[in-house]
């Protein structure tokens, strides 16, 4: 069993910088491939970036692909989002999500562990 706890979200202003956390507990994460998705009310949960369990490979939604970027830290367990120039639209809540196994998708139904999200709100 993974436990994602996700961290850094809050209020920032259109043009700025946040950097989003995800700190896992009761497994090591270096097996698992990590991705960051996105949800606001009455919509899917979005995909937003994703990284292979080494860090080696990355894949970012073209919404936020050149703003956006993914990395984690084995050692400390942790993942991050560094968001560069967020936009209004960016306003969601951020989800940390761990996947064993193969392939690195894009849906978060093919996820087996998330977190209980942090909101991020962009004002303009």
């Known amino acids: 069993q993974v436990q994602l706890v996700e961290s850094g979200g809050g209020l920032v202003q259109a043009g700025g910088s946040l950097r989003l956390s995800c700190a896992a507990s009761?497994?090591?994460?270096?097996?698992?491939?990590m991705a960051w998705f996105r949800q606001v009310p009455g919509k899917e949960r979005e995909f937003v970036a994703a990284?292979?369990?080494?860090?080696?490979?990355?894949y970012y939604a073209g919404s936020v692909k050149g703003r956006f970027t993914i990395s984690r830290d084995n050692a400390k367990n942790s993942v991050y989002l560094k968001m560069n120039s967020p936009k209004p639209e960016d306003t969601a809540v951020y989800y940390c999500e761990a996947r064993r196994g193969a392939s690195i998708p894009q849906t978060h139904v093919d996820y087996d562990y998330w977190g209980q999200g942090t909101q991020v709100t962009v004002s303009s």
């Open positions: 009761g497994r090591t994460l270096s097996s698992y491939h």
């Open positions: 990284i292979s369990w080494s860090g080696g490979n990355t």
